[in-house]
């Protein structure tokens, strides 16, 4: 299934846990398959922004507010982790969210 | 059976029954802080035997588990790795309040160290290194995550060095026992009497299998570090989410390094930098 990233407000999976870590970073565990990921800090943002109420350019946005990147790379920096994150039935489909 | 000791280590009783005084006493050198003078009736038996073989007289030696495995080998040297090895097993395995972690454990000046890494990474060579650059080492390849506490403690094993691994440290600067050496069962207590307390690990290293011509020392975030540790770990009576909580819960009192070893002298001079920061100064 292919996702408009420009209109979708991702959603965390409910099987989906984050364990935050002092340095910044952040543990992500799939209850589903029994995985753990690392995430960076910066991924570890629009991770929390994936709750449903944030569209992809608020994401891009608050990553380029919060971090000394330009448009363009923010994007495709976004861009990139949310397909990861759905690769790994981490993000809800969008029908079912 | 000539000798029998009981032992308890966590909430595990076991007893190890032989007929050789030499592995009695290598045995009881390993789990020695673990003696169970409680213990009335003896529990779970390991009893280590050695015959002569007719007709050529060649000893054999059978260990027994409690369980009713066998085993037979044709040295002392396996025997006993045979032995410490099954025991390992049975009393790490399913632990219920303890996460098994692979790395070694050494006490350094701000707290544990925690030296991780896939099997042949170079933990041992590492850990033992650092014990002879005037740190303590209190345990090689398990280390024990007490999930109440945070705390980690060292599981008793004996090293396995092989002759090249010998040669370098000693070339390190630590002397190792040669009654040990000979049956390839050098234990911590080998090394002076060992701290066994558990620890809060403030530093944990992943060695990199790689080699460099000068080691390689980067900071690793702590949650690929605890991704790390996680693949790593053994067996436990919590689930996997559970595990993972714990040990990121561990990880976040580290600072935490991915390290490519050069030259174990190089290496340790750089690990002593890093967590003995007056060391950098001088």
Redesign the interface.
């Known amino acids: 299934m292919t996702h408009d990233l420009s209109i979708d407000k991702p959603v965390r999976a409910e099987s989906a ?1 984050h ?1 935050a ?7 992500l ?1 799939d ?1 589903t398959s ?1 995985t ?5 800090e910066t991924a570890r943002l629009i991770w929390e922004l994936c709750d449903g109420e944030h569209d992809f350019d608020q994401i891009v946005s608050a990553v380029e507010a919060k971090y000394d990147v330009n448009r363009e790379t923010a994007e495709n920096d976004a861009k990139l982790l949310l397909a990861d994150l759905r690769d790994k039935g981490l993000l809800a489909d969008r029908d079912t969210a | 059976m000539n000798f029998r000791e009981a032992y308890r280590i966590l909430d595990r009783r076991f007893t190890v029954e032989t007929n050789v005084e030499k592995a009695a006493a290598l045995i009881d050198g390993l789990y020695r802080h673990h003696r169970d003078t409680e213990q009335s009736e003896p529990t779970g038996i390991y009893r280590l035997t050695m015959q002569e073989r007719a007709p050529d007289g060649k000893p054999v030696w059978h260990l027994h588990s409690p369980d009713g495995r066998t085993w037979s080998m044709d040295s002392a040297q396996r025997a006993l790795y045979v032995t410490e090895a099954t025991i390992c097993e049975d009393v790490f395995s399913l632990l219920h309040d303890h996460y098994a972690l692979h790395g070694a454990l050494v006490h350094g000046p701000c707290g544990g160290l925690l030296i991780s890494g896939v099997s042949g990474a170079g933990k041992t060579t590492l850990s033992l290194g650092l014990h002879a650059s005037g740190m303590t080492i209190a345990g090689d390849d398990l280390a024990l995550l007490d999930a109440a506490t945070g705390l980690v403690g060292a599981a008793p094993r004996c090293f396995h060095l092989d002759d090249a691994t010998v040669t370098m440290l000693r070339g390190a600067g630590l002397a190792l026992p040669q009654d040990g050496l000979d049956y390839g069962f050098v234990v911590p207590g080998d090394l002076g009497d060992a701290d066994q307390q558990p620890a809060r690990v403030t530093f944990a290293f992943l060695l990199d299998t790689e080699r460099r011509s000068q080691p390689v020392i980067e900071p690793l975030s702590q949650s690929h570090m605890a991704v790390a540790l996680l693949k790593e770990t053994g067996l436990s009576r919590r689930s996997n989410m559970e595990s993972a909580i714990a040990i990121a819960d561990m990880v976040a009192h580290c600072r935490c390094f991915r390290v490519c070893s050069g030259s174990l002298t190089d290496t340790i001079a750089a690990i002593r930098r890093i967590v003995i920061p007056s060391t950098a100064e001088a």
């Open positions: 846990y364990h870590l002092p340095d910044g970073s952040g543990l565990f209850q029994q753990a990921y690392p995430i960076t």
